[in-house]
């Protein structure tokens, strides 16, 4: 049984695997699986993003949308001690990042549930993080970006990466219609690292 990463099937086959990983100097081991995003190796477009991410938080909570098998809210609640919740609609997902989680040492910091874009989360954020499931289309993506919007607080922080030839300019149209700024924090290879501020 074939199984998308932006859907909810966990009856598709299983063959977990493990990956090591570096990104700005730090180590990370993840499990992926069948049926998750980039099983194979963290994806370019992920690794740039954190590599350029830059957070700075008082108090308030991180948000990753999407997680997937979990790098992102991993990096964030390892290199900076935050708190972060993670929501994908694909249970598979949430349960291999939340073993990763622990498996990198920061499930006291992290936590998950299952939610197709926003639509479970009830909290208030400082920063929101995504590579958004862009083969779930762009109604799907523009109402992840409206949802984080309405879940950040005032001066609080989208960071996005994005694909030149999978939407970034239309992301960008869309996003400065919503936020009080935005901007494009890099741009390599064709993938744009977006940041907005509400």
Same mark, same amino acid.
């Given at each position: 049984?074939?199984?998308?990463?932006?859907?909810?099937?966990?009856?598709?086959?299983?063959?977990?695997?493990?990956?090591?990983?570096?990104?700005?100097?730090?180590?990370?081991?993840? @499990?992926?699986?069948?049926?998750?995003?980039?099983?194979?190796?963290?994806?370019?477009?992920?690794?740039?993003?954190?590599?350029?991410?830059?957070?700075?938080?008082?108090?308030?909570?991180?948000?990753?949308?999407?997680?997937?098998?979990?790098?992102?809210?991993?990096?964030?609640?390892?290199?900076?001690?935050?708190?972060?919740?993670?929501?994908?609609?694909?249970?598979?997902?949430?349960?291999?990042?939340?073993?990763?989680?622990?498996?990198?040492?920061?499930?006291?910091?992290?936590?998950?549930?299952?939610?197709?874009?926003?639509?479970?989360?009830?909290?208030?954020?400082?920063?929101?993080?995504?590579?958004?499931?862009?083969?779930?289309?762009?109604?799907?993506?523009?109402?992840?970006?409206?949802?984080?919007?309405?879940?950040?607080?005032?001066?609080?922080?989208?960071?996005?990466?994005?694909?030149?030839? @999978?939407?970034?300019?239309?992301?960008?149209?869309?996003?400065?219609?919503?936020?009080?700024?935005?901007?494009?924090?890099?741009?390599?290879?064709?993938?744009?690292?977006?940041?907005?501020?509400?």
């Amino acid at each position: 049984m074939t199984m998308h990463y932006y859907t909810n099937n966990i009856d598709a086959d299983s063959k977990p695997k493990q990956i090591s990983v570096t990104v700005n100097g730090q180590h990370f081991s993840f @499990q992926t699986d069948i049926g998750v995003f980039s099983k194979n190796g963290l994806d370019f477009g992920t690794k740039t993003l954190l590599e350029a991410l830059e957070l700075q938080l008082e108090g308030q909570k991180v948000l990753d949308v999407g997680c997937g098998y979990g790098p992102i809210a991993i990096y964030v609640a390892k290199t900076y001690g935050y708190t972060v919740d993670m929501v994908d609609v694909n249970e598979r997902s949430l349960g291999l990042a939340m073993l990763n989680a622990k498996g990198n040492g920061v499930d006291h910091l992290v936590q998950g549930k299952v939610s197709n874009c926003l639509d479970e989360v009830s909290q208030m954020y400082g920063a929101i993080i995504t590579n958004p499931p862009i083969r779930a289309g762009k109604q799907t993506i523009f109402r992840i970006y409206e949802q984080s919007y309405e879940h950040l607080v005032d001066g609080g922080v989208l960071w996005i990466v994005i694909q030149k030839k @999978q939407g970034a300019n239309s992301t960008i149209k869309k996003l400065e219609t919503l936020f009080a700024a935005v901007d494009i924090v890099i741009k390599e290879k064709g993938y744009f690292i977006i940041k907005a501020e509400k």
